[in-house]
């Protein structure tokens, strides 16, 4: 059973974890060519992939409980994991969010009925004050998220 949980906790870190981390630099893409709905849309897919990180941390809590290794909360590499995985995840959810979704709704307004909606106007500079705060933050987080992977496998 072991094996099991330490399997979903691998899966969840790659196919949850991952998306939490990529999704905020494909929406500054997005910002960069205008389409507000799109940036909305990775907010709301965002915001999904944070909160279902938190199975891979209870995974990891039952990898840990499982493990013939006696590892416990002790362990500089598990409490640091922790700590880490704590602000990636206030980040994602306080931070990146709420700038992606306020950005994406001020492209969305820019838009006039006469252009495709997915785009601003070619008169009206798109708004992109959220850019810098969502590409500095998801930096962060994906460092954040690098670092834990190292510990993980390190285990210093």
Same mark, same amino acid.
């Given at each position: 059973?072991?094996?099991?949980? !330490?399997?979903?906790h691998?899966?969840?870190?790659?196919?949850?974890?991952?998306?939490? !981390?990529?999704?905020?630099?494909?929406? /500054?893409?997005?910002? =960069?060519?205008g389409?507000?709905?799109?940036?909305?849309?990775?907010?709301k897919?965002?915001?999904?992939?944070?909160?279902?990180? *938190? *199975?891979?941390?209870?995974?990891?809590?039952?990898? /840990?409980?499982?493990?013939?290794?006696?590892?416990?909360? #002790?362990?500089? @590499?598990? @409490? *640091?994991?922790?700590?880490?995985?704590?602000v990636? *995840?206030?980040? !994602?959810?306080?931070?990146?969010v709420?700038?992606?979704?306020?950005?994406?709704?001020?492209? =969305?307004?820019? $838009? &006039?009925?006469? &252009?495709?909606?997915?785009? $601003?106007?070619? #008169?009206?500079?798109?708004?992109?004050?959220?850019?810098? !705060?969502? $590409?500095?933050?998801?930096?962060? &987080?994906?460092?954040c998220l690098?670092?834990?992977?190292?510990? /993980?496998? @390190?285990?210093?």
């Amino acid at each position: 059973m072991s094996t099991v949980i !330490a399997v979903l906790h691998v899966v969840g870190a790659v196919f949850i974890v991952g998306p939490m !981390a990529i999704l905020p630099m494909t929406a /500054m893409r997005s910002i =960069r060519a205008g389409e507000g709905p799109q940036v909305v849309a990775l907010s709301k897919s965002t915001r999904l992939f944070s909160l279902l990180s *938190l *199975l891979v941390i209870v995974f990891g809590f039952g990898a /840990m409980g499982m493990s013939e290794f006696n590892i416990s909360f #002790g362990a500089t @590499w598990i @409490w *640091l994991s922790i700590l880490l995985y704590v602000v990636a *995840l206030g980040l !994602a959810l306080f931070l990146i969010v709420p700038v992606m979704q306020r950005t994406g709704e001020a492209l =969305r307004a820019t $838009a &006039t009925p006469d &252009t495709h909606p997915d785009t $601003a106007s070619p #008169g009206v500079a798109a708004p992109r004050s959220g850019y810098g !705060a969502i $590409a500095v933050s998801s930096g962060i &987080t994906t460092l954040c998220l690098l670092v834990i992977v190292i510990l /993980m496998v @390190w285990k210093p």
